[in-house]
């Protein structure tokens, strides 16, 4: 049971340039969101979903991009990046009644530089 | 809005003392809230998950309570260890909120030996 998989753990990009930030979870998860970290500013949601083909925009959706095709599987797309990106960024998955599992898993994270 | 607050926002205590740390929410209609523990360049770990039914759960040396009405959750962690020296969040989950959690900006402790 691997939880929340993230990938990759660290990347350097440079201004401009376009990645994807890759999250799977293994728990059959209806919901999976999207957070980034900053300094002084805590937990900030960008975009979550409450099931497969349903996304919506969080606190910060601005220059992200998210689709959800399959249960498991909820990439993050940066499409212009620019240096106030520069974060850490964590993917979270909740959310199983058959299992009663109500409580939010994440991962371990994603360090992005933008330079 | 929910608001959830974090105090102290940082606390150091020896080891053997036990640590109060507090979160306060403003809107009493949550579907849970849950404590995290986060260590630097960490991830978050879950340490207690509590249903808004729920009073309190607890988890070895950890128990959680929650008073939904005024909005408070405390966590107590009984006779602090070194190892217990990390960020601790707590996050609300709201009934109109499906899929978003709403974090505190997290309580930083030290346990000194």
């Known amino acids: 049971n691997a939880g929340v998989t993230q990938t990759p753990k660290f990347q350097v990009l440079k201004t401009g340039q376009s990645m994807t930030l890759q999250c799977a979870q293994d728990?059959?998860?209806?919901?999976m969101s999207w957070y980034r970290q900053d300094p002084g500013m805590g937990l900030r949601l960008i975009h979550y979903?409450?099931?497969?083909?349903?996304?919506d925009q969080g606190e910060v959706p601005n220059g992200y991009n998210v689709s959800r095709s399959t249960t498991e599987d909820f990439p993050l797309r940066l499409l212009s990046a620019a240096p106030s990106q520069t974060s850490v960024y964590f993917c979270?998955?909740?959310?199983?009644?058959?299992?009663?599992?109500?409580?939010?898993?994440f991962g371990s994270g994603t360090r992005l530089t933008v330079v | 809005k929910q608001e959830v607050t974090q105090i102290p926002a940082a606390l150091s205590v020896p080891e053997g003392e036990n640590l109060v740390l507090n979160c306060s929410f403003t809107d009493s209609a949550i579907y849970n809230l849950q404590w995290f523990r986060q260590d630097p360049g960490k991830g978050l770990t879950s340490l207690l998950l509590?249903?808004?039914?729920?009073r309190e759960q607890t988890s070895g040396r950890l128990n959680a309570s929650l008073d939904k009405s005024s909005g408070r959750s405390t966590l107590y962690i009984a006779a602090s260890q070194p190892g217990d020296s990390a960020t601790y969040l707590c996050?609300?989950?709201?009934?109109?909120?499906?899929?978003?959690?709403?974090f505190g900006a997290g309580t930083q402790v030290v346990v000194t030996p």
């Open positions: 979270a998955s909740s959310y199983n009644k058959d299992r009663g599992d109500y409580g939010y898993t």
């Open positions: 979903s409450v099931g497969a083909g349903i996304t």
């Open positions: 509590i249903q808004s039914s729920q």
């Open positions: 728990m059959n998860h209806e919901y």
């Open positions: 996050a609300v989950r709201g009934t109109d909120s499906w899929g978003k959690l709403q």
